[in-house]
């Protein structure tokens, strides 16, 4: 099987002939690739992005000086960093004055440099794209309602409007989200996704529980979800999937009733547990569940290979992507090794 094959037979419930797997990583050090080979061998998915910011146009670079670098990004936000840092903090949103959200007009859909993915120009893109379908299955990407309208509106702001002010707070997702919606469509269109489809990367939750509460989420949120999930899938989107850190099952039966087909990244220090999801949603498409936070990092080796093959096991008959949330600097290359090893070992079912 071709990665493409293999992860939409998984997704279709179908037996592969291996374990089709899907990780990200913060880096590659070059032990790694010396001792294992090209990052390519670690994953059968590429999942593509373009700039989907409100306010494309407005970023600039605002200058350096005293270890300090500040900018305005793709949402109109002024941000600024430390040399070295990988966080940045938020100096100003672009929706600071809620009176603005009926006037706030955003860039178009369809602009062409949303699509350059770091190439001169959109053939180069095109090409780009081309190669990733011979060598992946490539999924499109957009955030969702509830974390790029905290870009917009700024994070703390965001959450006191849907606790203080849920009229204010929908007409601010409604508006992110069907964004969101043009710029994922246009995705499909351009990079040929028909036949695989999109992921929603949306954090809406913590290890204990969602950000808010149930009833918030169906009122605010929910029927922008609707809209974005029924327009990919109208424009030719076979699959699509929710990412969300933490512990989403307070939210999931009303996701799937929208129109998700899978979930990532199952993270089990916040009680998402792959076992349990399958027994409870058996059609649901279930993507990682190796613990990165845990396992991965503490170790020891025959920890992680027990674990996936717990989780290998669970995807003998597809519906099942393995993969961790991100690897960090943090996962020894002998446990990663051993995840990988296993993968290639027990996870070949031919």
């Given at each position: 099987?071709?990665?493409k094959?293999?992860?939409l037979?998984?997704?279709?419930f179908?037996?592969?002939d291996?374990?089709p797997r899907?990780?990200?990583?913060?880096s590659?050090?070059?032990?790694?690739?010396t001792?294992?080979?090209?990052?390519?061998?670690?994953?059968?998915?590429a999942?593509?992005?373009p700039l989907?910011g409100?306010?494309?146009?407005r970023?600039?670079s605002l200058g350096?000086?005293q270890g300090?670098?500040c900018?305005v990004?793709e949402w109109?936000r002024t941000?600024?960093?430390?040399d070295?840092?990988?966080?940045?903090?938020?100096l100003?949103?672009p929706?600071?004055?809620a009176?603005a959200?009926d006037?706030?007009q955003?860039?178009p859909?369809g602009l062409?440099?949303r699509?350059l993915l770091?190439?001169?120009?959109l053939?180069?893109?095109?090409a780009a794209i081309?190669r990733?379908h011979e060598?992946?299955?490539?999924?499109?990407?957009?955030?969702?309602?509830?974390?790029r309208s905290?870009?917009?509106?700024?994070e703390?702001?965001?959450?006191?409007?849907i606790a203080?002010?849920?009229?204010l707070?929908?007409?601010i997702?409604?508006k992110?989200g069907?964004?969101?919606?043009?710029v994922?469509?246009?995705?499909?269109?351009r990079?040929?996704?028909?036949?695989?489809?999109m992921?929603?990367f949306?954090?809406v939750a913590?290890?204990?529980?969602?950000?808010f509460?149930?009833?918030?989420?169906?009122?605010?949120?929910?029927?922008a979800?609707r809209?974005?999930?029924?327009?990919y899938?109208q424009a030719?989107?076979?699959y699509v999937?929710?990412h969300?850190?933490?512990n989403?099952?307070?939210?999931?039966d009303?996701?799937?009733?929208a129109?998700i087909?899978?979930?990532?990244p199952l993270?089990?220090?916040a009680?998402m547990?792959?076992?349990?999801l399958?027994?409870?949603?058996?059609?649901?498409?279930?993507?990682?569940?190796v613990d990165?936070t845990?396992?991965l990092?503490?170790?020891?080796a025959s920890?992680?290979?027990?674990?996936v093959?717990?989780?290998i096991?669970l995807?003998r008959d597809g519906?099942?992507i393995?993969g961790?949330?991100s690897?960090?600097p943090?996962?020894?290359?002998?446990?990663?090794?051993a995840?990988h090893?296993?993968?290639?070992?027990?996870?070949?079912?031919r």
């Open positions: 099987m071709t990665p094959q293999r992860v037979g998984a997704c279709a179908q037996h592969p291996r374990i899907y990780d990200d990583f913060w590659v050090p070059l032990e790694w690739t001792r294992l080979g090209s990052p390519d061998e670690f994953t059968d998915v999942i593509r992005v989907e409100t306010f494309v146009t970023r600039r350096e000086g300090w670098r900018w990004d109109g941000l600024r960093t430390r070295g840092a990988y966080f940045y903090e938020v100003e949103t929706l600071a004055d009176t959200i006037s706030l955003f860039d859909p062409e440099e699509f770091g190439c001169p120009n053939v180069e893109a095109q081309a990733e060598r992946f299955c490539v999924f499109g990407k957009t955030g969702g309602p509830y974390l905290s870009f917009v509106r700024g703390a702001q965001f959450l006191m409007d203080g002010d849920p009229p707070a929908q007409a997702a409604e992110v069907d964004h969101l919606l043009r994922g469509v246009e995705e499909i269109q990079w040929g996704l028909q036949d695989t489809g992921w929603i949306d954090d913590y290890n204990s529980g969602p950000l509460s149930a009833k918030s989420f169906e009122r605010i949120f929910l029927p979800y809209r974005m999930i029924r327009a899938k030719g989107a076979r999937f929710f969300s850190d933490g989403i099952l307070p939210l999931l009303m996701l799937i009733d129109g087909d899978g979930i990532n993270e089990r220090r009680g547990d792959p076992v349990e399958r027994r409870k949603y058996p059609r649901l498409v279930l993507a990682g569940g990165n845990d396992t990092i503490n170790g020891p920890r992680v290979e027990s674990e093959k717990a989780l096991d995807g519906g099942l393995i961790t949330h690897i960090s943090e996962v020894p290359l002998d446990h990663f090794m995840y090893l296993t993968c290639q070992a027990y996870g070949n079912f």
